[in-house]
């Protein structure tokens, strides 16, 4: 079990917390988080997001509007 130090909103200060044996097989890298005073348990969300192209944030290239003579 790995142990770190966060903020507990039940206990209202810094707590130790551990990670429960995980049968989803995440190993050291569970998710999962238990408050050593009192029990809370915890779920650290990791997202990734692909780095957007500078291609893709370029407007559209719209055909050039020519003025004309009345």
Excluded at 36 to 41: E, I, M, Q, R, Y
Excluded at 51 to 62: E, F, G, I, V, Y
Aim: glycine letters at 8%.
């Amino acid at each position: 079990m790995s142990d770190r130090e966060l903020h507990c909103e039940t206990c209202e200060g810094v707590r130790s917390f551990e990670t429960p044996p995980c049968v989803d097989g995440h190993g050291a890298d569970c998710p999962e988080l238990i408050c050593t005073g009192c029990g809370t348990a915890v779920l650290i969300a990791t997202f990734t997001f692909p780095a957007p192209r500078l291609a893709d944030r370029r407007p559209a290239r719209r055909a050039a509007a020519y003025r004309r003579a009345a």
